[in-house]
């Protein structure tokens, strides 16, 4: 790094003028802090790859900001960037329900609401159908976890509306937010050390009536203005929601406003759906900062936040029904307070970088004795690494020694005993797992009746024969560890589905089955057939989710499947696009992938299931639509000692609707129906009815 406050070196990327990058940039170098660009091979966080990256030094500290985010260095450099500066019992912001709670306990108004699982429709719609009445606005339905405005449905007041808007949501967020819709104007709050620094008044897409010009051309007239400003390029748009919109207002494109009538094409502010965000430090009555500002209080943590409201009149103080709080977030987007539409610029970039240089010591304060030891003893396991995630998460945890231990006793069993000698062995530590987790047992058990219609103590013996069978799996797997292995004979049915997919010439993608010996057997079955497999699959498959579990114990796991595969496709959380891609590539050369049924996914749907219902991620239904490859379902069933049987099933295809449109879930209702059969040929296989496992159950909508 030079001396002098820029630094030039050979990163070709840079941040745009108009972000919040640039803005940080801008402070330093008026401050006279040297910083430098991070080229792309010196960025090894994941959580931050491809993002354009500065890195500054204050009073010997090291910072670095990106992605919207200011972050600071982990111990040793372990990853570069750091975590995000805010303390840990800030992550709770990205929950809206948890949020809300959080500002109902510190007196701020908050619209009334729940929050729903991706699964619990009904329980939804009974909620929509009681509360319905109390609402003038109507509902409000979006994601609980989401962010950038994606999916919120306001003004809902009918049950088919609120049920599509449900639907729509729950395709890419795993809980639904459902409140009241509130009418006023919305201010954003940005916070910088529970203090507010600046205001934003954040007006939806709208154009402004001149008597002469259309609704279409004012929009292009806009749009021009749009296009040569920081922060606000994004261009207004007249597609089928704002033309559904304008008609709820009476308008049409071709309409002319009176001069200085305001027409919206949205209800939403956000910026990049065509939002106006202008200055209103001036214009709002401290009274609301205020009460922001003592609620805060409660959250010392909180470094950069903002704080989303509704108010009625801004110039009029607060009182207990003209304003409510929407939610907060880390990380706000603070370039439009630089760059505003209208207003006053406000130097929010300016006042971090001022805070940075007040509360970052100027030499670091001794350690305590205790986390002088710890570090003698631990070093950096007990201090904690950076997760697949990008989080910092201890190395090493107690459950990791037990699991360890665990697996080496269970590993001598497995290679001392003879294969006839598991099963009792396995029952008794499957029973001894239910007595031990009355809870899970008895929720496992309630599955099952209700899905087969058996009695209690049936599916009692079910639930509790799932468990014998994940002790037989590790046995299994631990015995394939000796010198001999394990050998099983391995029947497969359906080969001609495969030969008719390789000789289509667009690639295969296996589906395979939940069940208690997919694991080794399918991808043995798969290897018995010639068919060398590219397997999709997570870090944290296996027993633990440590960096140490994943390095060690996991790899126990991982191990013995991957003597049956031709590759391993190993994807990172929040990092999927690049393996999705590079099985596409795969499948464009004809060759074959395979996924595990689950319900992690951005994109789902559900279909019945016996007297249940499925909740299944739709990624390989899409991958398959997408690339022309021949998705084929994979079931795997135990037989007998040593004895197993996959089924490879027919094509799943992905039929059109009425419309025209791909029916997803006709898809997996095809998939439900194929798996019927065997789930209740052998229930206690099927690890549906578990409630860790990957696949949604839950109670029919009847």
Partial sequence: MNDGPRTVDDAPRRFPKGSGGNCIVQ???????????????????????????????????????????????????????????????????KKKDVVKSFLQKQGLNVPRGSVFRHDAQHEAESFFTAFAPTLTQGACVKPADGGWGS???LEIRDIDSFRNAFAAVCERYPRVLVE??????????????????????????????????????????????????????????????????????GFRPEDIPKTGERVFLSPLSNLHQGGEHSDATDDVHKSYAELIEHALKQL?????????????????????DNYYVLEMNRCPGFSTSHYPWRGQPRDVAGAIVDYLVASTPTRPKPR??????RQALWGSWSRGTPDVLGQVRRTIRSKDIYEAFRLSGQGLLAWTLPEAAWQPLARLFGRLDAAMKPGRTR???????????????????????????????????????????????????????VANAQARGTGIIFWTGNFSFNDIVSK??????????????????????????????????RGIE???????????ERHTRRALNYIRKCLQENKAVSFKVGHQGRRRARADFLGTQITLATAPLHLAQSTGATLLPVFTLRTGLKRYEVTIGAPIVVPKDANGELDYPAAIRTYADMLAPYVRRDPAQWRGWRAETSVGLTPRDD
Wanted: proline share 6%; glycine share 10%; with cysteine.
């Fill in 27 to 93: 402070a330093l170098t008026e401050r006279g802090i040297p910083y430098r660009y991070l080229r792309p091979e010196q960025i090894t966080n994941p959580q931050v790859a491809n993002r354009i990256i500065v890195e500054f030094h204050i009073n010997g500290k090291t910072y670095y900001f990106g992605g919207g985010a200011l972050r600071g260095c982990y111990p040793r450099g372990i990853w570069v960037p750091g975590p995000v500066i805010d303390g840990p019992k800030t992550r709770f912001l």
């Fill in 151 to 153: 999916l919120v449905h």
């Fill in 180 to 249: 009241e819709t509130i009418q006023g104007s919305v201010y954003r709050f940005n916070v910088l050390a529970g203090r507010v620094v600046a205001v934003e008044f954040q007006r939806p897409a709208n154009v402004e009536g001149d008597g002469t010009h259309t609704i279409a051309e004012l929009v292009n007239m806009k749009n021009a203005e749009r296009q040569v400003h920081p922060t606000h390029g994004n261009p207004l748009q007249l597609g089928v929601s704002q033309r559904a919109f304008l008609e709820q207002a």
């Fill in 300 to 320: 010392p943590q909180l470094v950069l936040g903002g704080v989303d409201t509704i108010i009625q009149d801004a110039s009029k103080p607060a009182t207990g």
């Fill in 368 to 373: 305590r004795l205790g986390a002088r030891i």
């Fill in 443 to 497: 929720r496992h058990t309630a599955r099952i009746a209700a899905a087969l219609h058996l009695p209690k103590d049936e599916a009692r013996r079910i639930a509790i024969e799932t468990r014998v069978n994940g002790y037989l799996e590790r046995f299994q797997l631990l015995r394939a560890w000796r010198f001999d292995g394990w050998s099983p004979a391995v029947n497969v049915l359906g080969e001609q589905h």
């Fill in 524 to 557: 043995m079955a798969l290897h018995q057939i010639g068919v060398p497999v590219g397997h999709f699959s997570r870090p944290l498959h296996g027993f633990s989710g440590t960096p140490f579990g994943i390095k060690y114990l996991n790899a126990v796991k």
């Fill in 562 to 572: 991957d003597r049956y595969l031709g590759e391993r496709i190993m994807v990172r």
